[in-house]
């Protein structure tokens, strides 16, 4: 099959169809055409690679990373980078108001489907066991936590679980037993092999057990756009809509219950897209559903695209306007927008004098050769600040004017700092 469709075939629009690297996650299909190609600029030791194509299945239409970077890898990645573990730069905890808010609605649908109190619940990739808290608080009590982070496990623990294994969906614990229902909440977009994964969840759970499923709606992706390419990150790999959810569990041999869409709200004004699904195991009836092909998400994704290529350009210019007028700038944030910047802007050409990342995760390590600084780090000089997140954009530049910095503050969007000129 390979030697049918390298650079020999196009796509109607004349994109490249080639034979993909990873092969479809959802349908095994090989041919894909690539949509766009992501390339990051990474910290020294970071263990992912530094870019890959973005690319539709020819099969079935689901959009994913062609990415040949090992599920090993990527647990080496979640057990030893953990954002998750901190509150103030992850979801997952409930830290803010909006993310509790999130995370009850949550349990509350999961409660629905599952009203018996003694049934027990397993939450994979738990975080700091912020669902756990609000099953726990509806009655709840045979509750368990798995992560590959210990530390993540620890806090599932004290917020009500029961249990609480360090694992993940390649290596679950052994000793975990059966569950009623597994909920995988925003874990399957950072999963290598997707079939593997269902399939371990299907031993996990019982002869009737239940899956609940939610992972961020590709399809809407373009509707809640506020960063230039925000979901092509170094840890989203798969980019799921209603229909491809659905393929990845039917045909292994679950049934749809409900499911549907939701916009979430990573705080105020600022919505996510999610796509959500409750599938059973029914041991009765093993036949898997029909693969039913995605026409949809290609056109979404394209639009996608595109409104993300004129965000980034509008960065660029923003950027050389700051770069004319200054020998050297400080760079704050070294998150997932930074590292597309590093790559894809006058950025990458830019004198930088200085790194700043308020998570100690990030603290120390050195990007481009040059030194990841905490914030209280910072001598305050002449050179302007450019804040490379736009989701949190204003609460940095508020720390910023904390630190009394006489720096001028540069965001990459149109609003006002408040407080600094
Ligand atoms: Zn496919």
């Known amino acids: 099959m390979a030697s049918e469709n390298q650079s020999t075939l196009t796509s109607p629009e004349n994109r490249p169809v080639k034979t993909s690297l990873r092969g479809c996650p959802v349908c095994g299909g090989a041919a894909c055409e690539v949509l766009h190609s992501q390339k ?5 030791g970071h263990p992912l690679a530094a870019g890959y194509e973005v690319v539709v299945c020819g099969q079935c239409g689901f959009v994913y990373a062609d990415t040949q970077v090992s599920q090993h890898d990527y647990d080496v990645f979640y057990a030893r980078y953990s954002k998750y573990e901190s509150n103030s730069t992850s979801t997952g905890g409930g830290g803010s ?34 669902l756990l808290k609000e099953l726990h608080d509806l009655g709840y009590t045979r509750l368990c936590g798995i992560d590959p982070s210990p530390a993540c496990v620890a806090a599932a623990r004290a917020a009500g679980a029961a249990e609480g294994f360090v694992g993940t969906l390649s290596a679950l614990p052994p000793d975990a037993g059966e569950f009623d229902g597994v909920i995988l909440s925003h874990v399957l977009e950072h999963v290598q092999d997707l079939r593997q994964a269902v399939a371990g969840i299907r031993r996990l759970a019982r002869s009737a057990g239940m899956v609940y499923v939610e992972v961020p709606d590709a399809a809407r992706y373009v509707e809640c756009l506020l960063a ?35 916009t979430l709200f990573a705080a105020p004004a600022m919505p996510y897209p999610a796509v959500f699904g409750f599938f059973t195991k029914d041991n009765a009836a093993m ?29 660029d210019r923003k950027i050389e306007a700051v770069l004319r007028g200054n020998d050297s700038v400080i760079v704050w944030g070294t998150g997932q927008l930074a590292m597309k910047l590093l790559g894809e802007t006058c950025l990458a050409r830019a004198k930088i004098a200085a790194f700043v990342d308020g998570n100690p995760i990030n603290q120390g390590k050195r990007l481009k050769g040059i030194p990841i600084l905490a914030p209280a780090r910072v001598v305050g000089s002449e050179q302007p600040i450019i804040i490379t997140s736009i989701i949190q954009g204003q609460a940095i530049a508020q720390a910023i004017r904390r630190l009394n910095l006489p720096n001028p503050v540069v965001l990459l969007t149109n609003d006002d700092v408040p407080g600094i000129h």
């Open 40 to 44: 990051f600029v990474l910290p020294e």
């Open 97 to 130: 108001p909006e993310d509790a808010r999130r995370l009850k609605e949550m349990a509350g649908c999961i409660a629905a489907m599952l009203p018996d109190r003694q049934s027990r619940l397993v939450d994979i990739g738990c975080a700091n066991g912020g």
């Open 287 to 315: 036949e898997s559903g029909s693969l039913e092909t995605d026409a949809e998400l290609r056109i979404r994704m394209a639009e996608y695209i595109a409104a993300s290529q004129a965000m980034m350009q509008s960065i």
């Open 228 to 262: 230039p390419f925000q979901d092509f990150n170094t840890e989203h790999i798969n980019h799921f809509s209603a229909c491809s959810l659905r393929n990845l569990f039917v045909t292994q041999g679950w049934h749809q219950k409900s499911g549907g869409g939701k």
